[in-house]
């Protein structure tokens, strides 16, 4: 069955890019019906959705991050990845991959990757 | 942004009936958007419980419904058991921001 994989690193210095990426195993990132999202959470916001992207489409973003937020497919990996930019204490939280079989829903979910904002 | 408002806890004895409100407004629940429910135990991601407003995921037990009325969204668990002690999210999406998924502010399930 398909699974994610998030990976990347676990601290980010204040001011810089956060960079994650999840390996897709058991299915293709070129999916015809699947949409592939990330999605983060924390203690002071909950879950949070930032973002998705389809292969034949364009990525689409959460109005609140979008002027930070970079989705972006690797094919010959079979990977999709995050790049959220200027970050702030703010941005530290549990960062999952998911799919998104129909556009509306999430239905696998990776194990999440914590990301701490810290100097 | 909008979000979901949820109780934030409910509590129950086992074989007891709980239900779990999301209530949300016209851009969202009541603009005919489906409403899923996720469960997170302690330390792992949220699964997918109910899809669609109403439907189950293969191997979720059928002691969990989902339903929906106007503005809010409602999941009942039936005969409550200790595996069941979790926090719940609703789901659903916001019409007023392009393509934006909304979540709900989650409750702890506590089974007494």
């Known amino acids: 069955q398909v699974q994610l994989r998030e990976s990347g690193p676990g601290l980010v210095k204040p001011s810089e890019t956060l960079s994650l990426t999840c390996t897709v195993s058991?299915?293709?990132?070129?999916?015809?019906?699947?949409?592939w999202s990330w999605i983060r959470q924390s203690p002071e916001k909950g879950l949070e959705w930032i973002g998705n992207i389809f292969y034949r489409g364009y990525p689409d973003y959460n109005p609140s991050l979008k002027s930070r937020v970079t989705i972006s497919l690797d094919t010959s990996k079979n990977q999709f990845s995050l790049k959220l930019k200027s970050v702030t204490a703010a941005d530290t939280a549990v960062y999952y991959c998911?799919?998104?079989?129909?556009?509306?829903?999430?239905?696998?979910w990776g194990r999440g990757s914590l990301v701490t904002v810290s100097s | 942004q909008s979000v979901l408002t949820q109780p934030p806890s409910v509590s129950g004895a086992p074989g007891q009936r709980v239900i779990i409100s999301c209530t949300g407004n016209s851009s969202n629940v009541g603009a005919d958007f489906d409403v899923q429910w996720y469960q997170q135990l302690p330390g792992t991601a949220p699964k997918l419980l109910i899809y669609e407003t109403d439907s189950r995921p293969s191997g979720v037990p059928d002691r969990f419904s989902g339903s929906k009325s106007g503005t809010s969204a409602s999941l009942a668990i039936s005969g409550l058991q200790a595996e069941d002690e979790a926090v719940y999210y609703c789901?659903?999406?916001?019409?007023?921001?392009?393509?934006?998924?909304?979540f709900g502010t989650g409750t702890k399930v506590t089974v007494l």
């Open positions: 998911a799919r998104d079989p129909t556009f509306w829903y999430f239905d696998i």
């Open positions: 789901q659903s999406y916001d019409g007023s921001f392009s393509g934006s998924r909304l």
């Open positions: 058991g299915g293709s990132v070129t999916s015809p019906t699947d949409y």
